[in-house]
């Protein structure tokens, strides 16, 4: 129910919102929701994380904590990300209330209306709704299998007339796209950043569900790539690797624009929940994240892998998809006169539900992808989804073939 | 600790806040928290509800729940409010991540930069801070012992080229001023503003801590009295009856000002903690709420009346103040000619501190008064305490004296 809403708030078209309505009463089998499934959370740890801590600090749960975090949390997440080859001693952490609540202060801090943005295309919708809320002018720029387009970004930049704010990217198994950066394409967007003045935010919520240890390289931050004049926010999140429950997220910035984040921050929510930021600190500081991930990784990719496997047996071939080498995603691409509002609409009825692809175009245009989540996807349902959402490819291909000839 | 962080916070004064910083080593006695003792708070009732969580629910503690907030509480909450009189059935609440989100929702919604928003003199320095921050121009009309001044406010009202968007007030034992609004000076602010078009913002985080249950009537909220033409929209709390550390509050309004609140609140945080917002419902389905607040009322009380008795013993007779019937404070009157910002200085150097009372005028001026609160401070320091900020005080009385003659 609530992985349902969740979609449906997560969408801009209102005819794909009535649809959800409708079929709310039906039992759904749902590749939408990106998060992960009720069963896989650490419910035993953190039982035994609150029933451990000593009374002072069940005390401070109930408490007003700092705006800017709860310093022992603060710390930990110091050795998180220092872990990840991130330079925290020049730079000063923001813990918020989600990584949403970080973009949304982020973009209070640095935008007006009729600023423009720069985000990637397709783009994590909640970013979207962040930015559009802001009143800014977003120009997106199209992302391949390797990154961002540099081509496309560098004559974006020089066709406008102001320069943007920032560019907003997520390098890190790409929600929607499920890809990651190689090195070389984050290299070069920094080379293509570098002189310009743009600050980069670099969301990296997903870094940690990585498939394969030998491949844990590519998630490398390029905030962590040594000094250059590119500007580097970084914002995290404990959704994906405890609970989006918990409401806690992170940016990593220069002081500066710390000092003034924690200001607007200071006028959203005072500070972050006491109760959800002692639990996380003791995860970390207890050392539970790191079997807990192992375990994540190995779901996931059970997942991935089972998905992956049905896709290959039930879809037509005229559709095609990146295999994802971490995070929640398979990106779906349809033939280019197909629309995925249109699969949703036959789909639906069906009884399964996926996001479409013109949710993640800050345009709401661009419609021959579809957004398939497998984080939130009991395994038992995984075959059976795909089957009815491949009768529903079928249907659409079907009738527009009929609709050319 | 951060009792401490949270007085320097609400300071507006840099030269305060210096003060703040030198003297933060030392061992200081402090009136200053507007927050219950952490002594004071329900730990057993929520060690028995979180270990009695059936192991479903546990696990929707984890995950994202409806940016509305968590169904269950939002029906808990219509109880809670139907027992206070508040007509639930035409409205709708929105939860927020604590009540100052609330605040910060309606002004994003309603406030455009340079709109002018009505508090009172003196008003709650958190919805200063969150007005400021939208770029508001503020007109602040006075109080006194019975609520806002009703002439100025008409006069004010009268004065503006452009209408208000809001009058923010918190009538019931206000945030300095410890006064609950009488019934009469309630309906004549309902009056004053009817066919104004001006919306009310009623603020009401301390309602449930009267000290004497025959006078609980005073708290009536003016958003249950009945029908008229004064769009009311409430706010409320769990701060002050369960703990700020969850950051749980929630607003009461119109259908249409909600819908667009949680469009608002979705580009803020996505939703508020369902870690923290189960719990709560739990506490208040237990009926754990209303033993706990006779066991808070009754600690508040003996507080207060401890208060009250050094402040008459060692008070010089030149500051008067008013007893409060409910809340966390006590507002002292100064003779015009004292600056509390004086005090203040005397006082932190003898390891007293307190909050000024220019911090609670929207112009950073008026200086007459300083709010002492007894919420969190622990009773055997409260002799000592008043002892010595009577010292300071007289001290700053001598040499004032010394000036004039």
């Known amino acids: 129910m609530y992985a349902f809403s969740k979609a449906v708030n997560s969408m801009h078209s209102e005819d794909v919102k009535q649809l959800m309505k409708q079929a709310s009463g039906k039992n759904l089998i749902s590749f939408a929701g990106g998060m992960p499934n009720n069963d896989l959370f650490p419910v035993k740890e953190i039982d035994e994380i609150y029933n451990s801590l000593p009374e002072d600090v069940k005390k401070l749960c109930f408490q007003y904590g700092p705006t800017s975090g709860y310093p022992p949390l603060v710390k930990s997440l110091e050795c998180y990300l220092e872990n990840k080859g991130l330079a925290v001693a020049n730079n000063k952490i923001l813990i918020t209330t989600g990584s949403l609540q970080a973009i949304s202060i982020i973009a ?32 997106s720029i199209p992302i391949d299998k390797n990154g961002i387009n540099i081509k496309a970004l560098k004559s974006k930049i020089e066709s406008l007339d102001r320069k943007p704010k920032f560019l907003y990217v997520t390098p890190n198994y790409h929600n929607p796209a499920g890809i990651v950066y190689t090195p070389e394409r984050k290299k070069a967007l920094l080379e293509a950043l570098s002189g310009s003045g743009i600050i980069l935010i670099e969301d990296d919520a997903y870094s940690d569900l990585y498939f394969d240890e030998t491949e844990r390289h590519l998630t490398r931050s390029m905030k962590s790539m040594g000094d ?78 089972m998905l992956q496997k049905y896709l290959k047996l039930y879809m037509p071939e005229e559709i095609k998809w990146n295999e994802p080498k971490g995070g929640f995603y398979i990106w779906l691409k349809l033939p280019p006169h197909i629309k995925s ?28 992808r579809l957004r398939l989540s497998f984080s939130n996807m009991p395994k038992d349902q995984i075959e059976k989804g795909v089957r009815i959402l491949s009768e529903a490819i079928n249907q659409v291909l079907q009738s527009s073939k009929v609709g050319i000839s």
């Open 228 to 305: 250059n004049d590119v500007e580097i926010i970084y914002t995290g999140s404990f959704s994906k690797i405890l609970g989006p429950g918990f409401r806690l997220g992170f940016m990593l910035s220069s002081e500066e624009i710390f000092e003034k984040a924690e200001t607007v921050k200071q006028a959203l929510d005072a500070c972050t929940s006491s109760f959800t930021q002692i639990l996380a600190n003791e995860f970390l500081v207890q050392e539970k994240l790191e079997p807990y991930l192992t375990f994540l990784r190995s779901e996931y990719l059970e997942r991935k892998n």
């Open 108 to 139: 209070r801090e640095f935008v007006n209306e009729g600023d423009i943005i720069l985000t990637e295309n397709p783009c994590f919708v909640g970013a979207l709704t962040v930015f559009e809320t802001v009143g800014a002018e977003i120009h």
């Open 341 to 368: 509002t249109d699969i949703f609409k036959e789909s639906v009825a069906k009884g399964v539900v996926f996001v479409t692809g013109r949710t993640f175009d800050p345009a709401s245009e661009k419609d021959d």
